[in-house]
């Protein structure tokens, strides 16, 4: 995997670099697996990846009202 400087993230007019980006305490990047099994796993996944596809927009809304 490679190291990632946030080069691009400058660029884009983001003020913070790499090193001071601080992940939330509670990051979980992968859910539990007790919750995902059964034959439904999988609309459970992508019920999540429209969910955080949709926060992802609406936050990229805010920062570009906010930018202009």
Do not use: C, W
Not at 6 to 34: I, K
Not at 41 to 50: A, F, I, P, S
């Amino acid at each position: 995997m490679r190291a990632v400087n946030g080069a691009l993230a400058l660029d884009l007019g983001f003020e913070t670099t790499a090193d001071e980006v601080t992940p939330p305490a509670r990051l979980s990047l992968a859910p539990s697996p007790s919750r995902l099994h059964g034959p439904d796993k999988y609309g459970v996944l992508e019920h999540r990846r429209r969910q955080a596809q949709i926060k992802a927009r609406r936050a990229l809304a805010d920062v570009e009202e906010q930018a202009g």
